[in-house]
T-cell receptor
């Protein structure tokens, strides 16, 4: 079984451009989570989605950031008008169902965004 | 802020010795805990998990202990090897409402293996 697939693995954007990060969950997984990690820090929760629904976006910055998980296709994390502070590793994770229901969450290898 | 924290940011262990990485959590409603290993440039790799109805769980060379009374979690790695060098994170799931069905990470402990 393929794991959580993220692309691109590395992305360089100039200030003011848009960054789009994609995540294909593991087969059979309908729950997707996005996290951000700055160097030498832990992973910070951003958003939790199920198919076509945003369940919890409490970790998303109020502006410029958006996420979706359409009925078909990968989940997308979009960052508009990027600034240098957006430079980080962005990790996607997926689970087959609720964690309360005995499921486990697995992570992809991340997308490293560098804003120049 | 994060409620899951670690006592030590860096741990150095002699190769072949056992490693113990500690983690404290503050939310007594948390009922699911996971340890992840993260190597440089890679994503978090699942090591072992434990639910709150257990106080110990063993895997291959790893053991997780959960003490709900003092809200403390530990990861024990037996016979530490050079390949165990990484940053280790504990994470908790707070249960409750559907929107809380996510995991929250601590800051991590870097494990150094001494030859």
């Amino acid at each position: 079984n393929a794991g959580v697939m993220q692309n691109p693995r590395h992305l360089v954007r100039r200030r003011g451009q848009e960054a789009r990060l994609r995540c294909s969950p593991m087969k059979g997984h309908s729950h997707v989570y996005w996290y951000r990690q700055l160097p030498e820090e832990g992973l910070k929760f951003m958003v939790y989605l199920q198919k076509e629904n945003i369940i919890d976006e409490s970790g998303m910055p109020k502006e410029r950031f958006s996420a979706e998980f359409p009925k078909e296709g990968p989940s997308i994390l979009r960052i508009q008008q990027v600034v240098r502070g957006d430079s980080a590793a962005y990790f996607c994770a997926s689970s087959p169902g609720s964690l309360r229901g005995g499921n486990t969450i697995y992570f992809g290898e991340g997308s490293w965004l560098t804003v120049v | 802020g994060e409620s899951v924290g670690l006592h030590l940011p860096t741990l150095s262990v002699q190769e072949g010795d056992n490693s113990i990485i500690n983690c404290a959590y503050s939310n007594s409603a948390s009922d699911y805990f996971i340890w992840y290993k993260q190597e440089s440039g890679k994503g978090p790799q699942f090591i072992i998990d434990i639910r709150s109805n257990m106080d110990k769980r063993q895997g291959q060379r790893v053991t997780v202990l959960l003490n709900k009374t003092v809200k403390h979690l530990s990861l024990q790695i037996a016979a530490t090897q050079p390949g165990d060098s990484a940053v280790y994170f504990c994470a908790e799931n707070r249960g409750g409402e559907n929107r809380d069905d996510k995991i929250i990470f601590g800051k991590g402990t870097r494990l150094h293996i001494l030859p």
